[in-house]
């Protein structure tokens, strides 16, 4: 069972994270799932726009599954894990070095948290639900965002919301993350589940 839908609505391309049962996060083998579905969409001529979004009405993404990162690590010797994760394209694919020349839109239902934040910040817009939430929550675990998130953030917001979000880990709802310029919209359809 794919855990990343890929569908096709003209020339628009859905890409939805299904794993709802995990609120949307990403364990290695669904992050390698979505790294491949961005080089199609980016090879595929007729897409000219994609959207992202996560399965169900609970979360967009909650980050990665950090139960299986843990696991994983443990089994894997850390020059592997240091060079797959650090010269890759980076949680959700297109957090770092890949570079797609079409607009992505980040369609966030409730919550987008740490890495799944950094995946919608990597996005080119950011629609979301009216019970959408974002945080990085790295700082309450002694460690930073690592995908992009700490340059994109202060680019989207500015400097003083993006350090007040980043420090203290808190979640901003949907009102305010418009407010301060986080998302473009608040929508309350989004994407089907």
Not at 87 to 102: A, D, E, L, S, W
């Amino acid at each position: 069972m794919s855990d990343t839908r890929y569908e096709t609505f003209g020339r628009v391309r859905l890409i939805t994270i299904d794993r709802a049962h995990k609120m949307n996060s990403l364990d290695f083998e669904a992050n390698e799932r979505l790294v491949q579905v961005w080089r199609e969409f980016d090879r595929d001529d007729d897409a000219r726009v994609a959207v992202v979004t996560g399965a169900g009405s609970q979360a967009f993404c909650a980050g990665a599954d950090l139960k299986t990162y843990t696991m994983s690590f443990a089994r894997r010797a850390a020059p592997e894990f240091r060079e797959r994760f650090t010269n890759g394209p980076g949680f959700g694919g297109i957090t770092r070095t890949m570079q797609i020349f079409k607009p992505i839109v980040a369609a966030v239902n409730g919550y987008s948290i740490s890495g799944g934040f950094e995946l919608a910040l990597a996005c080119d817009i950011r629609f979301c639900s009216p019970n959408a939430e974002f945080a990085l929550q790295d700082v309450k675990w002694g460690f930073h965002a690592c995908d992009g998130g700490l340059i994109r953030l202060p680019q989207i917001v500015g400097l003083g919301h993006a350090m007040e979000i980043i420090l203290s880990g808190e979640r901003v709802g949907a009102e305010h993350a418009h407010r301060i310029g986080l998302v473009n919209r608040i929508c309350s359809v989004l994407p089907r589940k």
